[in-house]
């Protein structure tokens, strides 16, 4: 299994970053996947689920509102569209699916 992160960078408060995973290695379709994040001396927080079929999403309150996950299922990629970021956002982004993981983007909101 691999997964793959991109997109992230520096942006400022009230802007917009779109992430996406790549993967591959396994049936994609067929298994749930999910974004979490790592602030600096945090522990790190789910940030969205969604399902194989990508008809069941799931956003934590934190970025609900703010935050879309979608998936293609042809191209083997999650995406994580961010707009509205805040400071507070700021942390190494990853995906992930069963027990496996990225190896994270960064996102730093700041002006």
């Known amino acids: 299994v691999q997964l793959v992160e991109s997109g992230g960078g520096l942006v400022q408060p009230g802007g917009s970053l779109r992430l996406s995973c790549a993967a591959s290695?396994?049936?994609?379709?067929?298994?749930?996947m999910k974004w979490f994040r790592q602030a600096p001396e945090k522990e790190r927080e789910l940030v969205a689920i969604i399902g194989g079929a990508g008809r069941y999403k799931h956003l934590e309150p934190s970025v609900k509102g703010r935050f879309t996950i979608s998936r293609d299922n042809d191209k083997n990629t999650v995406t994580l569209q961010m707009d509205s970021l805040k400071p507070e956002d700021t942390a190494v982004y990853y995906c992930?699916?069963?027990?496996?993981w990225g190896q994270g983007t960064q996102v730093t909101v700041s002006s």
């Open positions: 992930s699916t069963q027990n496996y």
């Open positions: 290695g396994f049936t994609f379709s067929r298994y749930d």
